[in-house]
């Protein structure tokens, strides 16, 4: 594994880029300096940029959120949301008229707004479950356990929007994430559908729209070594790990990091500059 310091040292290997957002775009409050100028000098070499992100929301709202963040169309081809690939899932999976219980936070809410399934307050009078995170960014598991213990009670499925345990801003402020309360459901014994990096739905998506591109001409840029990089490990494709993410307050030595999520980057980066 090497340390780099920049993208544009290995950028000649490649056609095209997945990226992750948070962690490595933004922090969920301001771009991360350089990024613009990255994506920029990236489009100016042609090269494909794919946004795959762990947002439990539609792929047009992660859009719009981008270009409030100065990440405008013109710098990327399409966003892949876990949270579109999750409304398509259900749609495919789950009966017309199924009920559903929604645990998360209001803005995300309207995940599956259009679809012909009603959200009801009350687990047993569900078919399911959805889980898209918490409401606050010091939540803890302790807010969403009593919806969590009524989905366990009466056996629903839960599909976990986001598989992300942590995302870290850049002033070091930790929040959980979706899935937090999906490895908790999956240890109770639940049965849980992740989706979103590591796992294999999200890839496909972005395969097919990158279908002419060979796999050892495409590469992933994450922070987070449990879904980024182990994702970019089971489908085959190189990726490289930003430093500045969920990794900013880490103190345990990265040989020992690695070998607990069981992936490993082709490298590492300080940050996504050029």
Known sequence: MKTLSKVSEFIDKYDALILDIWGVIHDGQATYPGVVECLQ?????????IFLSNAPRRAEIVAQVLGKFGIT????DTAISSGEVTYKIIARDEKAGSK?????PEKDRALLDGLDVEEVSEAANADFALVTGFDEDDSTLQEKLPQIEAALANNLKLYCANPDLLVVRQDGTEMLCAGVIGEYYAEK??????????????????????????????????DNLDTDILGANRVGIDSYLCLGGVLKNETTPFVELIKKAGAEPTATIPQFNW
């Open 41 to 49: 000098e990236l489009r100016a070499a042609d090269k494909k940029i």
């Open 73 to 76: 169309q013109d710098l990327y």
């Open 100 to 104: 559903y219980l929604y645990i998360g």
């Open 189 to 222: 014994g639940g049965d849980v559908r992740f989706i979103g990096k590591p796992h294999g739905d999200v890839y496909e998506a972005a395969f097919e729209i990158l279908h002419l591109t060979p796999r050892e001409r495409i590469a992933a840029v994450g």
